[in-house]
């Protein structure tokens, strides 16, 4: 609205899949296109023990794996800091986001949304040990989106490798904003 515009694509990674999701519920005519890149709130039944436990296999992969890939280490090691230091500055809300996001089921509002017309497409990591994406795969069904697109690497590969990630990401909106 800020910027006077009449509709808008939205590429959202992660736990912005949620909030993407509710955007859009809130001002669909606003939207036109979406991409979730390893969402959060598409695996079914989730819990908080879960994503807690997840996330901490994924960050012991991530140090392991800044032993064996020196150009990952830079990127993932300021990933790691910037989790921690969030984390420590206020431990009782980073809980209680953790627990939201566990606790967060966006395929009726997915639904809703291609519904009314809007393009949905799912960008997933094979190896996401977040998010899997067997788990979301087998959560989803057709009347909630309209792509789904696997790809190499894990959770955090959009932030290590942008250009990939983010020239599937358009070259996904593009092709749903074809297909319309």
Known sequence: EEKELEKVDVIAHSEGSIYATIAACLSPSKFRS???VNPAGMMEQDNFLGLLSRNILMNLGNLKRMGKEPQTRRALTVYLQEGVLYFLKNPK???GEARD??????HAW???LKALGMGISVIAGVDDPLFPMDSIQQATIASEITGFYSVKGDHN???????KYTTLAIQALDSLNKVK
């Open 34 to 36: 979406m991409v979730i």
């Open 93 to 95: 809300r980073a809980l």
């Open 101 to 106: 996001i566990s606790g967060a089921d966006i």
């Open 110 to 112: 997915l639904k809703n």
């Open 157 to 163: 590969e959009p932030h290590l490798q942008p250009d």
